[in-house]
């Protein structure tokens, strides 16, 4: 079920990076209890760098460590930008 798929490189924005994507996927009635219920089975959404940078020459290392702190580097307005361009609210209006 995972396939493989080009994405941008973080460093120089080029689309030459191949990673192999799973997706997240939530399937219901494949375990059995004892009562025979099934409950839901989850697989995680992962994904796997393959390669490093033609383009600009970085290696695997360096690519996936920046691909997994990607969270935690972007910066306030950078989110904010993000969930605005993906039109979600970014105010929150109570009436009292």
């Known amino acids: 079920m995972a396939e493989e798929r080009l994405t941008n490189c973080p460093f120089c924005k080029q689309l030459t990076i191949k990673v192999l994507h799973q997706p997240f996927v939530a399937r219901k009635g494949l375990t059995k209890s004892r009562f025979g219920a099934g409950g839901p089975v989850y697989t995680k959404e992962e994904t796997e760098v393959l390669s ?7 290696s695997k ?3 996936e460590k920046d691909l997994n702190s990607e969270g935690s580097t972007k910066s306030h307005e950078e989110r904010l930008k993000r969930l605005q361009d993906a039109g979600l609210p970014t105010k929150i ?4």
């Not at 490093?52 to 970085?58: A, D, M, N, R």
């Not at 209006?93 to 009292?96: F, K, L």
């Open 52 to 58: 490093g940078c033609l383009e600009c020459g970085k």
């Open 93 to 96: 209006v109570t009436n009292r």
């Open 61 to 63: 290392d360096d690519v």
